[in-house]
Each structure stands twice: as C-alpha cells, then as structure tokens.
C-alpha cells in the first residue's frame, strides 16, 4: 500500500471489530522501531510505552475496570463501560500504555505532540499491513494517579492514554473517511 493511500485509509479499529487473534510479536516490533523515528524537537524522544499481552494485559485490564469504579462519580457511572473493558480482554491482542517522559528542555505541549506523532507512526504501519489496526483510548483514569502508579512511571513521566491492537475481524469493513475540502482550512500567502 502506498504512503497517501495508507494515510487516507487509516481508521481506529475499536476493539469490538477485533478478532481476538494473536498479532505477531514481529509486527509489534516494527511498529515499535517505527514509532521510534517520531519527529522530537532537540532529540529529547518523550514516548515511552508499555506493551501488555496475555495474563499481563488481563491483569491491566482488570486494574482498569477498578480504577474506573473508583474514580467514576456515580451520575456518571456508566455499567455498559465496565462490561466494554471485560469484553476487550478475548477481543485484544496487545495494549500499549502511551506514556511520555518530561524533560524541561522544551515545553510540554512539544513533548505531546512528538509522543502523539510516534503512535501516529505505529498506526499508519498497523494500517499498511491491512490485517491490523489499532485504537487510541483516552479515558480519564489512563491519566490518573492509580493507573500511573501501576504502570510505575516516574514523577516527570505520564500516561497520555492506552493504545489496544488487534486483527481486524473477518466480517468488519472498517468505514470510508470522510474529511472536508482541506482548501477551507488552509490560508496561504505568497
């Protein structure tokens, strides 16, 4: 698949249009390697990721389920949602804990950017292959202090999310993008 067609093609495959089936640890390296060549303003690298399979990821996703009921205020306590995470568990293949190191260096929001732009890499080579794909999850207690202290980050580091990958279903057609004209959203001046 060529660079533009992967780019407009990619879509986030939730992990309900998951299989279930083992991605190979072949492709998860190489999107790992690829998701190293990120741009990162004066080489300060930010991402860092923990990747979770098997008993492992089990054991994430349970941690999840409780951090959730933990830290959900009940009228906005949502049931179906601790059902989802359970479900994850015989639809996921790996989970990526997307995290970012701090380094005062250059400001913050650069750090997010180049971390955004490393799973940006692992999505676009999940897509390329056409059998796998992933979906960036970003509820609040991914961010919170429970799951940081599970995750064992350091003080300047954080969680900016959880990245779940799997193999596309057989009978999923994942949907057409739709994007409006990019000349509405662009000034240029020469």
Same mark, same amino acid.
């Given at each position: 698949?060529?660079?533009?067609?992967?780019?407009? +093609?990619?879509?986030?495959?939730?992990?309900?249009?998951?299989?279930?089936?083992?991605?190979?640890?072949?492709?998860?390296?190489?999107?790992?390697?690829? #998701?190293?060549?990120?741009?990162?303003? %004066?080489?300060?690298?930010?991402?860092?990721?923990?990747?979770?399979?098997? *008993?492992?990821?089990?054991?994430?996703?349970? &941690?999840?389920?409780?951090?959730? =009921?933990?830290?959900?205020?009940?009228? +906005?306590?949502?049931?179906?949602?601790?059902?989802?995470?359970?479900?994850?568990? +015989?639809?996921?293949?790996?989970?990526? #804990?997307?995290?970012? *190191?701090?380094?005062?260096? =250059?400001?913050?929001?650069?750090?997010?950017?180049?971390?955004?732009?490393?799973?940006?890499?692992?999505?676009?080579?999940? #897509?390329?292959?056409?059998?796998?794909?992933?979906?960036?999850?970003?509820?609040?207690?991914?961010?919170?202090?429970?799951? *940081? *202290? &599970?995750?064992?980050?350091?003080?300047?580091? %954080?969680?900016?999310?959880?990245?779940?990958?799997?193999?596309?279903?057989?009978?999923?057609?994942?949907?057409?993008?739709?994007?409006?004209?990019?000349?509405?959203?662009? +000034?240029?001046?020469?």
């Amino acid at each position: 698949m060529k660079l533009e067609e992967t780019i407009q +093609t990619r879509r986030s495959l939730f992990p309900k249009q998951m299989s279930g089936e083992m991605v190979p640890n072949g492709v998860i390296e190489k999107m790992l390697e690829l #998701a190293n060549w990120a741009p990162t303003h %004066r080489n300060t690298e930010p991402w860092r990721f923990k990747v979770y399979g098997g *008993k492992a990821m089990t054991a994430l996703l349970d &941690y999840c389920k409780e951090c959730y =009921v933990k830290e959900t205020p009940s009228h +906005t306590f949502n049931s179906m949602k601790v059902e989802k995470i359970e479900q994850s568990k +015989t639809q996921v293949s790996r989970i990526v #804990a997307i995290c970012m *190191k701090r380094n005062d260096i =250059v400001p913050e929001f650069e750090e997010i950017a180049a971390t955004a732009m490393a799973v940006q890499n692992m999505w676009l080579y999940l #897509a390329s292959t056409e059998k796998y794909g992933g979906y960036w999850s970003t509820p609040s207690y991914a961010m919170g202090n429970h799951l *940081k *202290k &599970y995750l064992n980050l350091e003080e300047n580091e %954080r969680c900016l999310g959880l990245f779940y990958i799997g193999t596309i279903a057989q009978n999923q057609t994942l949907p057409k993008g739709q994007r409006g004209d990019w000349r509405n959203k662009v +000034t240029m001046q020469f």
